[in-house]
């Protein structure tokens, strides 16, 4: 599992800026569940494929569904760099482990 | 995927207009007054008798073809003379009003002023009228706002803009194709539309409609094909008005998509979609946590917006396109001002629009995802 590419956002009005995350496999449970040594995950799984929330307080949030081969990220303010960089960390992370 | 946003660009274009295309490009090109085939000249002369003929349209008026409404609106507003008047518009304006007169009212030309419609989006004739002033020089008019989906009075401002001399630009990017038209009895001065959306043609072209004793001047100079030993604009419609090259494609897919409209009947295309749109608005209606933007006594059946709880509009359209492939707009549909007036302000909202292609399954479909998103999301 790879992270391929992000893509800027500029529709979305519901955050500071959002961000498409693009994988090279879709993700799976496991893959999520290992974001909550960032943050809280909350799943529903009468949406979707089951449609998921990484909330990282007071900097971003992550949503997107299981089985999809991508997600999006939205900031609570303008310090996209840092905290884009402290995602693509905890990928790496996460894909090592 | 389920595609319920007609209302931004109609998909899919039905068959015809896919082949005219393909036909087109096929085949040597004809560019009026640039080669010496003379076909191009009575193919474009015949279409602009058929759209003119489809908004019935009689011979006091002209159509000038252009890549949509945003440039026929800048050809009506800075080809008027509205130096030192002032323009009122109403908070239904999509932003190619919006910002083509903000821009000459921040060059210090015109003064700007905005009749607000009222809590479910419609338009009471009397606050246009109570902005009227000796310096009204035009007003600038939705026919149907792209946001509520509601029909604007625009008989009734034509008649009060002719009363007290005033020219009446009407946008018409989401009224046509979706209820009949008539502009001798409308009577505006100029009257903006596009292909692309109701009309079933392609992106990039449109077109303007103008009174021909309006007195609009030159928007765009440039070449013509015509008179070209000139060295300024010749004054000959369409010449005037139809500087550089034509959108040929654009134009015939216009003319295709306005068969087709003919052809099925624009009465069956409003009762298919009103069908289509009462399924949804009486299942909205039974749920207390979807509310709905919209006056019933002036709906045209094309769009509808609503929100689902406290939940914002991109969080619900994005759940519709990830968890079930249903292509919806969210967010103020550059349409900034009636968001003030319908409470739907920063956000704005959800916004569906089905066309004569869509099926009943499909919009179950989205009933039962909204309606699950309203129940697990709230």
Redesign the interface.
Known sequence: MKLLYLEIIE????AKSAYDAFFSDTLSKEFIDKFSKIGKVVY?E????T?FRIIVRGKYTI???IN?DNF?IMMADNLDNEYLYEIKQNIENITKS | MIYLNNTATSYPKPSSVVNCIGDYLSNPPTNFGRNTNSTSKSIISDIRSSVLSFFEANDDYNIVFTSGSTESINMAIFGSNLIDGEVIISSAEHNSVIRSLMELKNRGKIELKIAQCNYNGSLDINSVQELLTNKTKMIVINHISNVTGNILDVKEISKLAKQNNILLLIDGSQSSGNIPINLNEINPDFFAFTSHKSLFGLQGSGGLIIRKDSQLGTFKYGGTGFKSNMLTQPEEFPHKYEAGTQNIPGILSLAKGIEFINEIGINNIIEHKKKLMLQIINEFEKNNNIKMYYDKNNYSWSVLSFNIGNLSPDEVSYILKGGYDIEVRAGVHCAPLIHHNIGTDPMGTVRVSPSIFTTEEEVAVLIEAVKLIASELV
């Open positions: 529709t979305c009005i519901e529903n009468k949406i979707g494929s449609y949503k997107g569904f999809s999006r």
